[in-house]
């Protein structure tokens, strides 16, 4: 398993695995989802708001994503960041835990 920094050019590969999850989640309404691919798109284009990463399998194929946001507090002193939303397809669950440490 790998990660990859997600670019602009991506950024119809991501939306896909975004839409796959949600519908996983919940029925997101068509001005929800228009309200995330804009913040997809300033997300992709302004890295003071964050970034967001693909997981990879062993042949390179996005099975799921990491999107990771950034603030600004004057208590942390300063920029911080925090993962905001994660998805790794199911049928890939599992498949990358440690058999030492786990049954």
């Not at 590969?13 to 804009?38: G, I, V």
């Not at 994503?65 to 994660?86: H, K, Q």
Request: proline letters at 4%; one cysteine or more.
């Amino acid at each position: 398993m790998k990660i990859q920094l997600v670019t602009p050019p991506n950024r119809k590969t991501l939306l896909d695995l975004m839409r796959e999850s949600h519908e996983q989640e919940n029925s997101a309404s068509p001005q929800e989802w228009a309200k995330t691919e804009t913040a997809i798109t300033t997300l992709l284009s302004d890295s003071q708001a964050g970034e967001a990463y693909f997981v990879l399998d062993e042949n390179n194929k996005a099975i799921g994503y990491m999107i990771m946001c950034r603030g600004f507090s004057l208590d942390y002193g300063g920029y911080f960041t925090w993962i905001e939303e994660t998805y790794l397809r199911k049928s890939e669950q599992g498949r990358f835990r440690d058999q030492r440490f786990s049954p």
